[in-house]
């Protein structure tokens, strides 16, 4: 079976944020559990949107939505270890995109984890994925392009 590769140029990552992996992220291997670094990556792309003046959902009810998450894990990570959330956008389409995340141990420089989460812009009025908004792209003028 075909393995998972994770690989970002290294100018598309734009913010970075800490977080810290408490006890209660751990799991019966005594490491950094799966659903608690899903958890770490949401809570890493809601601070980046923030950073960036986006948010989540808008008055018309539009908001941007995960449509697929993958993540490759590289190192163990254990309670009380700060790691590092690099956090970049790429291939944009008229309807959304990927926010992509590099995980690095800081006491080590280890890397962690790479991610890239799919996103849509979704109106929850009309149940329907739109176009991205031209403010959202003005955020991100470098951001390569796909057909």
Not at 54 to 76: G, K, P, W
Not at 90 to 102: A, E, H, L, V
Not at 109 to 114: C, E, Y
């Amino acid at each position: 079976m075909a393995r998972l590769k994770l690989e970002f140029p290294e100018d598309q990552y734009c913010y970075s944020t800490q977080l810290s992996v408490r006890a209660t992220d751990i799991n019966a291997a005594n490491h950094l559990g799966n659903e608690s670094m899903i958890s770490m990556i949401s809570e890493a792309r809601a601070l980046f949107l923030f950073e960036h003046g986006v948010c989540e959902t808008e008055a018309d009810r539009t908001a941007i939505i995960v449509t697929d998450l993958a993540t490759t894990y590289h190192a163990e990570s254990h309670a009380r270890d700060q790691l590092l959330f690099e956090v970049g956008v790429m291939d944009f389409n008229k309807y959304g995109g990927d926010i992509t995340f590099r995980i690095t141990r800081l006491r080590d420089q280890t890397l962690v984890a790479m991610a890239k989460s799919g996103f849509v812009f979704f109106n929850y009025t009309s149940s329907q994925v739109v176009p991205m908004s031209d403010q959202f792209r003005a955020k991100f003028p470098k951001v390569n392009w796909l057909p």
